[in-house]
């Protein structure tokens, strides 16, 4: 069919050639442009759109000393915690725009009971955050609470906090560990 085109509009055949239709005029895309005053409104949304869910500062994402609230902060991955209560937190800076923000997160422990049996733990929840102003960002506390040690026996966990599009796709996860000693024997 190719071949039958290029023979019928051939420069050589000029009787050919006056019987072929002009080409059409390919139509100029209708898409707006953005003007630049628009682009510089917009430039810092756009930004945070693109970065999508982070963790607000060095402390957005960890373990700390306390029961409920955050006494003293320990980091995403502290090591053997010290005897005592614990809780995970994040505190996360939410894109302004854009509706059906979510973190996925994952807890994955090996323990190993006073029996010296291993098992493995996890657990996952999806939360659905949102924009809570530049002042504070969204705050899961206690995301997750721990007990040092943990009666059961002692744990390596390690935990995730995956950010989660409007759209469905996967952020990169943010990342911690924690471990847990094995309890006296009574």
């Known amino acids: 069919m190719l071949l039958f085109l290029l023979a019928a509009c051939s420069i050589d055949d000029e009787d050919l050639q006056a019987n072929c239709a002009p080409c059409p005029v390919v139509p100029v895309g209708a898409a707006s442009q953005i003007e630049d ?3 510089q409104v917009l430039d810092k949304d756009l930004q945070a759109l693109r970065a999508g869910i982070q963790p607000r500062g060095d402390q957005g994402f960890g373990l700390c000393q306390g029961a409920q609230n955050c006494e003293v902060f320990l980091g995403a991955s502290p090591g053997e915690l010290a005897l005592g209560t614990h809780i995970l937190q994040a505190e996360l800076d939410v894109p302004r725009i854009g509706e059906d923000w979510k973190v ?3 807890l994955n422990c090996t323990v190993t009971t006073l029996a010296g049996t291993e098992l493995e733990v996890d657990h996952s929840k999806t939360y659905g955050v949102v ?3 530049s002042k504070q960002g969204f705050r899961l ?3 997750w609470k721990i007990q ?3 009666p059961q026996g002692a ?3 390690d935990v995730s906090l ?3 599009r409007p759209d469905g796709q996967d952020g990169t996860p943010i990342r911690g560990n924690y471990k847990t000693p094995m309890p006296e024997k009574r």
Request: some cysteine; overall charge negative; hydrophobic content about 25%.
């Open 37 to 39: 005053w628009e682009l």
């Open 104 to 106: 996925r997160f994952d």
């Open 131 to 133: 924009h809570t102003g």
């Open 141 to 143: 506390t206690p995301l």
């Open 148 to 150: 040092s040690p943990h």
């Open 155 to 157: 744990r390596d966990c």
């Open 162 to 164: 995956t950010p989660v």
